[in-house]
């Protein structure tokens, strides 16, 4: 079921027939009750990580480099958070706008050249979000927007990665043990072959993070410190001088890391944000009435920034909808429970269970969204009263929950929020796909194809 690549429907319908925990393999327990995510996930809790996640940890110099993502350990991930999260904290977001700023101008440029013609969207917003990670990160844009293509295959090749985690994935956590251990562990010509068999997808990403490293030391050799840049590699560097030296293994890990976790999950949510917005002629309305009325007001700068974005209140109601239905990651958030076992939905689980949540499951629930939870209707988010507004908040698992909840939120959500009005701003958009519908893959992120649109120029407001 999982290699079709439906999991978010399959979950569901296994929920919709045999209720809200099912055994869905030998020690693996899916459960669709929303009072177990603080259980599972909360701040404190101590279940941990399952051997899925080390799938896609990227081999670094001959080892598994397990990132903050995909760490199991709990000591580990505390080390490898605590030199970055102020980097990622809202207050610093005003930092990186000035780089998902220029790649919106080329992406503009872009949709003015081919006005009128047919316009892969599902790959335009992901070359978009690649080249601003890359720009947030390191300076680097890597060209997608301006080469118009995959550049040296790297989206491909996330792709190709995906595709092995999604089946191997689906081993009982023992068995996924002992494969690693044997393709990843095991010295000189059999670690070879294993590698042969199952190709690091990711090295192309660690050794561009070592490309971008070299290029910012030589720089800072010959010129000095430029005061200028404010991306992520300069501001750990600036970080060094207070926190003491930070590894090159680190530094390379925090900085792919953001490359591999931070561009496929925001081209999913642009994606799903136009998609819906296109196909509800009456939020696109609406939505469009208010990016204009707020032009003409004079109170959107010629670039929205972050904070004008949040005085949008129907455009953030319709970012957080299409996340709600369309949520980037659609596999299930796996964890064991912990060694003494654990309660849940009236059931006790013995400890080292994997037990898992799905957000495509969760966001369906009518019980927290609504009766009319399949539709897309951003207005709920506007007229649940506080109470319930609190409970969709909190239960909302597009970012996930707890402890391990996504520390790149504010990164994605001030790209889109900047984005979306801009483009809308600009440009009337429609479906031009022969196909009514998109097609999509669950493979880890939930991703789609086939969005097709044509833009026509705006005559400003
Ligand atoms: C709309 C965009 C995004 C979505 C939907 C998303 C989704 C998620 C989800 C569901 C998790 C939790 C995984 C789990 O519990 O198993 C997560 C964790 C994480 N995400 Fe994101 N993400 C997004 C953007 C980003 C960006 C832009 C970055 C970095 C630049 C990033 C970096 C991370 C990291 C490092 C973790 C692990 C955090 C930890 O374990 O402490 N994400 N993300």
Redesign the pocket.
Known sequence: MVYNGNAPSNYRDIHQKYGPIVRVGPNEVSVADYRAIPVI?GVGSKFT?TPF?TLMSPIYQGSIMD???S?RDATR?KYL?SSVAQI?SMTNMRNFECYADECTQIFIDAMLDLEGTPVDFSHWLQWYAFDV?GS??FRRRFGFMEKRKDVNNMIAKIDTGLQYVKVLGQLPGGMLGSLQWVLFRLDGAFQRIGMTLLPDTMDRFTKITEEEVDRYENSVATVGVDSQRTDFLAQLREKEKRLGKISQRDMINHLS??LL???D??A??LRAIFYYVIKNPQVYGKVQNEIDEADRENRLSKFVTYEECLKLPYLQAIMKEA?RLH???GFP??RYTPSEGAEICGHTLQGGTNVSIS?PVIHYNQEIYGKDADLFRPERWQEAPPEVLKAMDRYF?????G???????N???M??GKFVPQILRHFRISWASPVPEWQTDAAWFWKQSGLIVRLERRVRA
Do not use: D, Q
């Open positions: 996930y990580k996640y990132s903050m993502f760490t991930h958070k990622f990670i947030i990160t890391n953001n976790a931070g561009s999950t925001t999913i949510s996340m949520p980037g990651v958030l796996e957000a698992l597009a970012f996930g929950h402890t391990r909840t996504c520390i790149g939120k990164i994605s959500i790209e889109m």
